[in-house]
Each structure stands twice: as structure tokens, then as C-alpha cells.
T-cell receptor, first 116, second 114 residues
Framework: EAQVTQNPRYLITVTGKKLTVTCSQN?????MSWYRQDPGLGLRQIYY???????DKGDVPEGYKVSRKEKRNFPLILESPSPNQTSLYFC???????????????FGPGTRLTVL | RKEVEQDPGPFNVPEGATVAFNCTYS??????FFWYRQDCRKEPKLLMSVYSSGNEDGRFTAQLNRASQYISLLIRDSKLSDSATYLCVVKGRAGGTSYGKLTFGQGTILTVHP
């Protein structure tokens, strides 16, 4: 089954304790992206990657890191989480080989993170 | 001003009603446009792309007005199952400075009641 998976789905942690949220897709997609969703603000793009070893900042990259060492994986790293990073996080992927314009983004199920 | 703006609603309509959502965007270099649907904090899923000529998929019609920088979604004959949050999404232009970027509106909540 074609899918985007994220782990963990739920995480409660404390301020300053490094964490990684994994994202993996099995559709051989070139493009992957991370978003956070907060009430009243919608989804905001954190980082995206057009291909292996190519990453770029989205609209809200502060406090986050990413890496793209393999095509299928795009982990999101919070080196020193703070309470304002409490949010619902989505990973997504899409194909690029047939163009950028109208390729559908496929989303993972989301990771609900609480930082105390 | 937000890059992509939607009326957050909520819209409460009876079954069978027609409802329309609008979305405005500020970056005139934006390339492509979409409506996504999100159910109750689940992952967003593509409802339809929005083409320059307008497009229809069953009860759903999407329109794009590049001159006025807005897109719209019309839902006819609303069903209970249409209750969800509808997200307007704008993609940056390929090859431009916003290539790779997607910007979401804050979403419009629709509730269809019996």
C-alpha cells in the first residue's frame, strides 16, 4: 500500500530534550515536506526537500532541523524543544519527475507533540 | 497580510444546500492551486486541483481568477459526509524563489446538518 508513515504518532516530552520524528514514504517520491498545524493558523511549512541531500527552509524553520540522506526518509529533528513547538506535525511527499505544478501531496497521519 | 486567506467560517448548512468558499492569495507569481479536505485533525487529502479554465468534479466546482487573485470552491447538493475543513493551497512557481513552497489557508469549517 502506497503511504507516508510517521513515528511516533503521539509524544509528550519536556523542554530541552532532543527528539526526532521520523517520516518515511514508499512511493519513490522526490519531494518531501514537513508542516505544523496550529489552531487558527492552518498548516505552515517547516522544511522541504526536492531530492536527496537537498533541503530548504519553509515559512517556520526556527528550532527545527531536517536531513535527507535517503530518498524515502525525511526525519524532523528538534534539538531543544520548547513549549511553543507543541503542535500537530504532518509529513508529506509528492512526485516531481512529471513536473511540479499539479502533483498531489500525500500526507502522513500526523504526530501530536506536546512539550512541557 | 497573510499569503493565503480564507473565511474560517464555520458554515452550517442543511443537506442539499449549495455552499461556496473563497480564498485569496497575495503572491501573483503563484503557480498552482488546490483544495484539500481535512477531517477532524486527520491528514489533509486532495479534493481537487484548480485549473485556469475552472474545473468540475461531480458536485464540486473550482474556479480560479488570476487577475483578482482568488480561487473558489462550490459544493452543490451538500451531503452530511461533506462536513470537514476545506483548505486552500497555493504552490510557488517552478524555477522561482518559492519553488518547493506550499502555502495553506487557515481552513474553512463546513458542517452539513440533516
Amino acid at each position: 500500500e502506497a503511504q507516508v508513515t510517521q513515528n511516533p504518532r503521539y509524544l509528550i516530552t519536556v523542554t530541552g530534550k532532543k527528539l526526532t520524528v521520523t517520516c518515511s514514504q514508499n512511493m519513490n517520491h522526490e519531494y518531501m515536506s514537513w508542516y505544523r498545524q496550529d489552531p487558527g493558523l492552518g498548516l505552515r511549512q517547516i522544511y522541504y526537500s526536492m531530492n536527496v541531500e537537498v533541503t530548504d527552509k519553509g515559512d517556520v524553520p526556527e528550532g527545527y532541523k531536517v536531513s535527507r540522506k535517503e530518498k524515502r526518509n525525511f526525519p524532523l529533528i528538534l534539538e531543544s524543544p520548547s513549549p511553543n513547538q507543541t503542535s500537530l506535525y504532518f509529513c508529506a511527499s509528492s512526485r516531481l519527475t512529471n513536473g511540479w505544478s499539479y502533483n498531489e501531496q500525500f500526507f502522513g497521519p500526523g504526530t501530536r507533540l506536546t512539550v512541557l | 497580510r497573510k499569503e493565503v486567506e480564507q473565511d474560517p467560517g464555520p458554515f452550517n448548512v442543511p443537506e442539499g444546500a449549495t455552499v461556496a468558499f473563497n480564498c485569496t492569495y497575495s503572491n501573483s507569481a503563484s503557480q498552482s492551486f488546490f483544495w484539500y479536505r481535512q477531517d477532524c485533525r486527520k491528514e489533509p487529502k486532495l479534493l481537487m486541483s484548480v485549473y485556469s479554465s475552472g474545473n468540475e468534479d461531480g458536485r464540486f466546482t473550482a474556479q480560479l481568477n488570476r487577475a483578482s487573485q482568488y480561487i473558489s470552491l462550490l459544493i452543490r447538493d451538500s451531503k452530511l459526509s461533506d462536513s470537514a475543513t476545506y483548505l486552500c493551497v497555493v504552490k510557488g512557481r517552478a524555477g522561482g524563489t518559492s519553488y518547493g513552497k506550499l502555502t495553506f489557508g487557515q481552513g474553512t469549517i463546513l458542517t452539513v446538518h440533516p
